[in-house]
């Protein structure tokens, strides 16, 4: 019973290196959020996919910014040309939205820290 | 715009010192409240979802309640490993996604 997986916890990149963080989300479900965490800031969203749609990415950078969520495999959110104000933690939730309403509370993974040297 | 407030931003207390945390919100059209604990260094691990003004929800030390401005974290006799910091997040009627408060860091000592 596999709750929200994400890989690498830790990764390390030098400026202008790409990064891609990998989410496999709770099995059944079927919506992904992508968020960034940066310790006075709080949570902030940055994107929400369904199997293979970008439904909401107005949290995102339009540059060097992007995530899928294929019909196979897991949900990525790959960041090109790394600088170093993009540390920061990553999380990836899933949620099945089957709730009233359509809304479902989300279950987080235990994230990616991404340091940038 | 839409925003959520928590307060206080830390708390400590003492064992078994019953306090509240408060999550004010201002949302167009709110259609779920959520409480989530997270720990140093993981990921936030759901608690509650409260959908409407007069809701309650309980498990173990800790109650949420929700009035149609705010919601509270009640935690009775508060043990050390409820130490934690404490979020809440609203969804509001015209966004998809969840607006997030910027939590309260909770310290329990024994």
């Known amino acids: 019973n596999a709750g929200v997986m994400q890989n690498p916890r830790h990764l390390v990149r030098r400026r202008g290196q790409e990064a891609r963080l990998r989410c496999s989300p709770v099995k059944g479900h079927s919506h992904v959020y992508w968020y960034r965490q940066l310790p006075e800031e709080g949570l902030k969203f940055m994107v929400y996919l369904q199997k293979e749609n970008i439904i909401d990415e107005s949290g995102m950078p339009k540059e060097r910014f992007s995530a899928e969520f294929p019909k196979e495999g897991p949900s990525i959110l790959r960041i090109q040309q790394v600088v170093r104000g993009d540390s920061a933690a990553y999380f990836c939730?899933?949620?099945?939205?089957?709730?009233?309403?359509?809304?479902?509370?989300?279950?987080f993974g235990p994230g990616t820290r991404l340091t940038v040297t | 715009e839409d925003q959520v407030t928590q307060s206080p931003e830390a708390l400590r207390l003492q064992e078994g010192e019953s306090s509240s945390l408060n999550c004010s919100y201002t949302v167009s059209g709110l259609r779920g409240l959520f409480w989530y604990r997270q720990d140093p260094g993981k990921g936030p691990e759901f608690l509650f979802t409260l959908y409407s003004a007069g809701e309650e929800k309980e498990k173990e030390r800790l109650k949420a309640t929700l009035t149609k401005k705010e919601s509270f974290l009640h935690i009775t006799a508060p043990k050390p490993e409820d130490s934690a910091t404490y979020l809440c997040?609203?969804?509001?009627?015209?966004?998809?996604?969840?607006?997030w408060g910027l939590g309260t860091s909770l310290a329990v000592n024994p």
């Open positions: 997040a609203a969804y509001a009627g015209n966004n998809r996604k969840l607006i």
């Open positions: 939730a899933s949620s099945p939205q089957n709730g009233p309403g359509g809304i479902d509370e989300q279950y």
